[in-house]
């Protein structure tokens, strides 16, 4: 039983342009959200987050999107760089209010791969 | 401080044979976690430290595997009577709390023959 999905396993898009990553959830206990991005042989490292309480946020050229309603989010990279080409893992977890469990769930991961 | 430190990098071991993996997080952060990811897959949660305390254990968790924390520091997680199945990527993240995000080692692949 998936509770976070990501249905695409590979992305590919130009450099420069826009790179648009989706995840699905299901548990409406999640109450904040994290996406990773990982390099073959290295543990996953944290790009950005965003709690329940807000539908975007914002960290230079990664920008996260909520909508709690859908149960989506999405990741947005602009403009897209071939450094960005890795896997990147929606994660969630129930625990941000501090009344759930602390561990995420992750999804199963999508490859972006930038063009040149 | 480098970051968090996952020893072996790599272990194969022979089926029933036990392995004892070791975390050391970043110093600063209390919260300890030890994942398991195979291929295709995205990260499994297994269990959660905080200081020395096992607050949280994964039902993949099972009696043959344990984890220690003491003195709230590094941490180790053993397999007993190791099976194939338990062949994967076992990673160790830590954090000063869920909003920081969390930090991940690189990993110890393990492969079971």
């Known amino acids: 039983d998936q509770q976070v999905k990501q249905n695409s396993p590979s992305l590919s898009v130009q450099e420069g342009r826009i790179s648009i990553l989706n995840c699905d959830y299901t548990n409406s206990m999640f109450d904040y959200f994290l996406w990773y991005k990982k390099y073959p042989a290295e543990g996953p490292t944290f790009l950005i987050s965003?709690?329940?309480?807000?539908d975007k946020n914002e960290d230079g050229r990664f920008t996260v999107f909520l909508n709690k309603s859908a149960k989506h989010l999405s990741l947005h990279i602009v403009p897209s760089q071939p450094g960005d080409s890795a896997v990147y893992f929606c994660?969630?977890?129930?625990?941000?209010?501090?009344?759930?469990?602390?561990?995420?769930?992750f999804g199963k991961g999508t490859h972006l791969i930038i063009q040149p | 401080d480098t970051g968090v430190s996952q020893d072996p990098r790599h272990k194969i071991t022979k089926r029933g044979q036990n392995v004892t993996f070791r975390c050391d997080p970043i110093?600063?952060?209390?919260?300890l976690y030890w994942y398991r990811q195979t291929l295709g897959q995205g990260p499994e949660f297994l269990t959660y430290f905080q200081n020395e305390a096992q607050l949280e254990k994964s039902r993949l968790l099972s009696d043959r595997f344990s984890a220690e924390r003491p003195k709230g520091s590094f941490s180790t997680l053993e397999i007993q009577r190791t099976e194939q199945g338990d062949s994967a990527m076992y990673l160790c993240?830590?954090?000063?709390?869920?909003?920081?995000?969390?930090?991940f080692g690189s990993g110890t692949r393990l492969t079971v023959v």
């Open positions: 994660a969630a977890s129930a625990g941000y209010s501090g009344g759930g469990a602390d561990g995420l769930t």
């Open positions: 993240a830590s954090s000063r709390s869920l909003g920081d995000g969390y930090t």
């Open positions: 965003i709690s329940s309480i807000k």
């Open positions: 110093s600063e952060h209390n919260r």
